[in-house]
């Protein structure tokens, strides 16, 4: 009886050590399956994602060459890249053999003047006519007031003071007119096709972009836009006699009204000088 007993026993123990050994043979096998397809699928991988990443970046690079403006190049990597100003310059003093390719290379782009005001902004480099503190309080305002970034705040600003003094107007009245007539934004456009900061009507003024190498698309940028409102607003300045004048016919009023538009552009200057510090200049 003692005996039949551990017969059971070794025959039950047997039993239960195959089945240990069939299931960890069958664990085994679905790890070794399952590892088979993750190889499998990291050899496709390395076959196939590379040529794909290649031919997008052969792609991107072709849209990127197709659009670009032309002062603009593109690395090996498709990396849109700043030119230098040496790069321009020396570009634009290279000999051509015709006079439509001399006048060409004079042209300028705008994104060279905004970049360019744009990093003296990010560099905190100083304003000619304003303490550090004034440019910074006139920052804040315009910042706060019409949310626009910081450091483009700064490059308008900088902007507005470097036009300013080339075409003798106070610099706060081209920022007061930037505001009244856009709110600061680079891109709205009027009912009538008045674009950019100061609502530039390129029709009209066709000609005065044609130093740009963007042609009258140049209106949307900042740089151009200010630089051609102001030669605007200058021109008419001189030609009324006054700025209440000027401003008359900047905003094209014929009669002796201009519907309130100067009022508006000497209160937004008056508050300006008031947050900035920065005394208001005659303009003319």
């Not at 503190?133 to 305002?141: D, E, F, G, K």
């Not at 081209?174 to 856009?182: D, H, Q, Y």
Request: charged share 20%; hydrophobic share 40%; aromatic share 6%.
């Amino acid at each position: 009886m003692a005996e039949m007993g551990v017969h059971n026993f070794d025959r039950a123990l047997s039993h239960s050590a195959r089945s240990i050994v069939y299931r960890v043979n069958e664990f085994v096998h679905v790890c070794a399956m399952y590892l088979g397809i993750a190889a499998l699928v990291t050899i496709v991988a390395c076959a196939v994602v590379p040529s794909m990443r290649v031919q997008f970046n052969q792609l991107y690079t072709s849209i990127v060459q197709a659009l670009r403006p032309e002062v603009m190049r593109v690395d090996a990597q498709g990396q849109i890249i700043w030119p230098d100003e040496s790069v321009v310059e020396s570009a634009q003093q290279e000999q051509v053999p015709t006079d439509m390719a001399e006048q060409e290379l004079r042209k300028v782009s705008t994104y060279q003047g905004y970049m360019r005001a744009l990093r003296a902004s990010v560099a905190g480099e100083p304003i000619d006519g304003a303490t550090p503190a004034q440019v910074q309080a006139l920052r804040s305002y315009i910042a706060r007031k019409y949310k626009v970034a910081h450091n483009v705040t700064g490059a308008l600003i900088y902007m507005a003071f470097q036009v300013g003094k080339e075409k003798n107007l106070d610099p706060q009245l081209i920022l007061a007119v930037i505001a009244i007539e856009s709110r600061y934004n680079p891109y709205a456009e009027s009912h009538v096709g008045a674009q950019g900061l100061m609502q530039v009507m390129t029709r009209v003024h066709r000609a005065k972009f044609e130093n740009y190498l963007e042609g009258t698309l140049a209106v949307l940028n900042p740089e151009a836009n200010i630089r051609v409102g102001a030669q605007i607003l200058s021109d008419c300045i001189r030609r009324r006699g006054s700025i209440e004048g000027g401003l008359a016919c900047y905003v094209g009023a014929t009669g002796p009204g201009d519907g309130g538009y100067g009022a508006k552009v000497l209160a937004e200057r008056r508050r300006i000088a008031l947050a900035s510090g920065i005394p208001t200049r005659r303009s003319g």
